[in-house]
T-cell receptor, first 117, second 113 residues
């Protein structure tokens, strides 16, 4: 079974600072995908960034980057130069090819990030 | 671009009542999913479908049924609602390529009293 662990229930960060949101995962399958989603207070789920288990380089999307450490099974999200609009819940998720289990994303419990001016 | 649309956005049910949540996507996605989100629990997969006419159970399927009669629609049914089914429900869809992101609907806030 797959599992995602996010150990930071909440974080307070000063505006313009960099933020690292932690995510560790557990799977025995060598082939998987890792995703980060943002959920603002309005409730929608917004896709941020993706990393494949065989990708050689860490993924980047604008101010978002994924610090992928395969041996440690970690996939931390880094937000550079944080903005007030970054305040939201952030979810780490994993997708593993169906090997008898359910297809779909497995989510962590999330980190509530608050950016302070 | 509509993307993924859920109907309704809010609903209050009495215990024992039934209802159907509708999800529609206009991206020609093969895969569709229903999740529920509870405080402190993240999102958990209820049921999913890998194509028209197919459905499968996810992590928390009990008390729910689904149907995918048309590729663009995925229905979630509650036959006899219980207070434990009070939650925010999200529908999502994705291409059949395994490592593409899922696109989510706006969510349905359901309260069972």
């Amino acid at each position: 079974a797959q599992k995602i662990t996010q150990t930071q229930p909440g974080m307070f960060v000063q505006e313009k600072e960099a933020v690292t949101l932690d995510c560790t995962y557990d799977t025995s399958d060598p082939s998987y995908g890792l995703f980060w989603y943002k959920q603002p207070s309005s409730g929608e789920m917004i896709f941020l960034i993706y990393q494949g288990s065989y990708d050689q380089q860490n993924a980047t999307e604008g101010r978002y980057s994924l610090n992928f450490q395969k041996a440690r099974k970690s996939a931390n999200l880094v937000i550079s130069a944080s903005q007030l609009g970054d305040s939201a819940m952030y979810f780490c998720a994993m997708r593993v090819p169906s090997g008898g289990g359910a297809d779909g994303l497995t989510f962590g419990k999330g980190t509530h990030l608050i950016i302070q001016p | 671009n509509a993307g993924v649309t859920q109907t309704p956005k809010f609903r209050v049910l009495k215990t024992g009542q039934s209802m159907t949540l509708l999800c529609a996507q206009d991206m020609n996605h093969e895969y569709m999913y229903w999740y529920r989100q509870d405080p402190g629990m993240g999102l958990r997969l209820i049921h999913y479908s890998v194509g028209e006419g197919t459905t499968a159970k996810g992590e928390v399927p009990d008390g729910y049924n689904v149907s995918r009669l048309k590729k663009q629609n995925f229905l979630l049914g509650l036959e006899s609602a219980a207070p434990s089914q009070t939650s925010v429900y999200f529908c999502a869809s994705s291409y059949n390529r395994r490592y593409t992101e899922a696109f989510f609907g706006q969510g349905t806030r359901l309260t069972v009293v």
